[in-house]
């Protein structure tokens, strides 16, 4: 089980911030600028949000464990225990590559600015619903440039296994004093209140 952290869609707290890190997509011919508000994808909790290669239902890798806005990318934290983890890892050292799968759920109107110089407008998403987090093939391009796995933890340490086999101590030896007299040899234990003299 390894875990990961993937920058996944930019974030924009305030309309000027949308104006600077929003990103150009093309969505059925539709050209926009496009960006998250900070609190966008709130509600991600209540369901789970798989972890998928190329966008494939069919293709589980794993599962979002925390979702956090940080600086200018909506940030996922996710584990690989599905049964494509391995192939997911494997892409995720060959390119690292991610793109996400959302449904727009509310989006500021649209605006501009003239000091931007965008001809086309921006779409600042106000909130969201996550519906999975894709690792991609070298030869596929995320939604948004930049969109990546930025950090990998180490595995998991297995938990050392214990061996059922019972090793055999000889039970300690009962305390006592051991008494010389007369040429006989007499030892005195205790065995909790009792006193035997053998």
Same mark, same amino acid.
Request: glycine fraction near 8%; hydrophobic fraction near 40%.
């Given at each position: 089980?390894?875990?990961?952290?993937?920058?996944?869609a930019p974030c924009a707290? !305030?309309?000027? @911030?949308?104006?600077?890190?929003?990103?150009? /997509?093309?969505?059925?011919?539709?050209?926009?600028?496009?960006?998250?508000? &900070?609190?966008?994808?709130?509600?991600?909790?209540?369901?789970?949000?798989? $972890? *998928? $290669?190329?966008?494939?239902?069919?293709?589980?890798?794993?599962?979002?464990?925390?979702?956090?806005? #940080?600086?200018?990318?909506?940030?996922?934290?996710?584990? *690989?225990?599905?049964?494509?983890?391995?192939?997911?890892?494997?892409?995720? %050292?060959?390119?690292?590559?991610?793109? &996400?799968?959302?449904?727009?759920?509310?989006?500021?109107?649209?605006f501009a600015v003239p000091?931007?110089? #965008?001809?086309?407008?921006?779409?600042? #998403?106000?909130?969201?619903?996550?519906?999975?987090? @894709? /690792?991609?093939?070298?030869? @596929?391009?995320?939604?948004?440039?930049?969109?990546?796995?930025?950090?990998?933890?180490?595995?998991? &340490? %297995?938990?050392? =296994?214990?061996?059922?086999?019972? =090793?055999?101590? &000889?039970?300690?030896?009962?305390?006592?004093?051991?008494?010389?007299?007369?040429?006989?040899? $007499? =030892?005195r234990y205790y065995d909790?209140?009792? $006193? !035997?003299?053998?």
């Amino acid at each position: 089980m390894r875990f990961f952290d993937a920058a996944f869609a930019p974030c924009a707290a !305030t309309r000027r @911030s949308a104006i600077r890190v929003a990103q150009f /997509i093309m969505n059925g011919g539709e050209s926009a600028y496009e960006a998250f508000a &900070p609190e966008a994808f709130q509600g991600w909790g209540q369901y789970d949000i798989p $972890i *998928l $290669i190329d966008h494939d239902g069919g293709k589980l890798a794993g599962k979002v464990t925390s979702l956090v806005a #940080h600086g200018d990318w909506h940030v996922a934290s996710f584990m *690989l225990d599905g049964p494509y983890a391995n192939r997911a890892a494997l892409l995720i %050292e060959r390119c690292g590559k991610v793109s &996400p799968g959302f449904d727009p759920l509310e989006k500021d109107a649209r605006f501009a600015v003239p000091i931007t110089q #965008h001809h086309t407008p921006i779409h600042w #998403h106000t909130r969201a619903k996550l519906n999975e987090i @894709s /690792i991609l093939s070298p030869s @596929s391009s995320p939604w948004y440039v930049g969109a990546k796995v930025e950090r990998a933890y180490p595995p998991q &340490p %297995e938990a050392p =296994r214990q061996s059922l086999a019972v =090793r055999h101590q &000889p039970e300690p030896e009962p305390e006592g004093e051991v008494i010389y007299g007369d040429g006989t040899l $007499i =030892r005195r234990y205790y065995d909790n209140v009792k $006193i !035997t003299i053998r």
